[in-house]
Nanobody
Framework: QVQLVESGGGSVQAGGSLRLSCAAS????????MGWFRQAPGKEREGVAA????????YYADSVKGRFTINRDNAKNTLNLQMNSLKPEDTAIYYC???????????????????WGQGTQVTVSS
C-alpha cells in the first residue's frame, strides 16, 4: 500500500509562485511514475507533469511548460512541483499520483495511476 500526502497549496496573486510537495510512504514499485494532476471546478482532471523514476524523464502539459518544474527528492521520497508565474487558470485542486512504469499508457492518463493523494487547493487571483 502506498500513501501520498500533498502539502504546499495556498492562495497567491497572479505572477506569484508556490511549491507543492508530495510525501510518499509504503511500498512503491521498483520503477514507477509520479505525476501531478489538477482539477478545476466544473472541469475534468488533467495531467500537469510527471517524472519517470527509472530514467528521470519528465513530462509537462503544454499549459505549464516553462513555468512549472517537477522533481523528486530521492532521499526523502518526496515529489515536488515548483510553480512560477502562476495564472488564474492554474486555480485547481492539485493531486499527486503514482503508477508502475510498466503499466504503459500516456503519463497524463489518470486511469493508469493506482494511488492518489487527497489533494491540495491552489488559488491564483488576478
Amino acid at each position: 500500500q502506498v500513501q501520498l500526502v500533498e502539502s504546499g497549496g495556498g492562495s497567491v496573486q497572479a505572477g506569484g509562485s508556490l511549491r507543492l510537495s508530495c510525501a510518499a510512504s509504503g511500498y512503491i514499485y521498483p520503477n514507477y511514475v509520479m505525476g501531478w494532476f489538477r482539477q478545476a471546478p466544473g472541469k475534468e482532471r488533467e495531467g500537469v507533469a510527471a517524472i519517470y523514476t527509472g530514467s528521470g524523464t519528465t513530462y509537462y502539459a503544454d499549459s505549464v511548460k516553462g513555468r512549472f518544474t517537477i522533481n523528486r527528492d530521492n532521499a526523502k521520497n518526496t515529489l515536488n512541483l515548483q510553480m512560477n508565474s502562476l495564472k488564474p487558470e492554474d486555480t485547481a485542486i492539485y493531486y499527486c499520483a503514482v503508477r508502475p512504469a510498466y503499466s504503459g499508457g500516456s503519463w497524463y492518463n489518470e486511469h493508469y495511476y493506482n494511488y492518489w493523494g487527497q489533494g491540495t487547493q491552489v488559488t491564483v487571483s488576478s
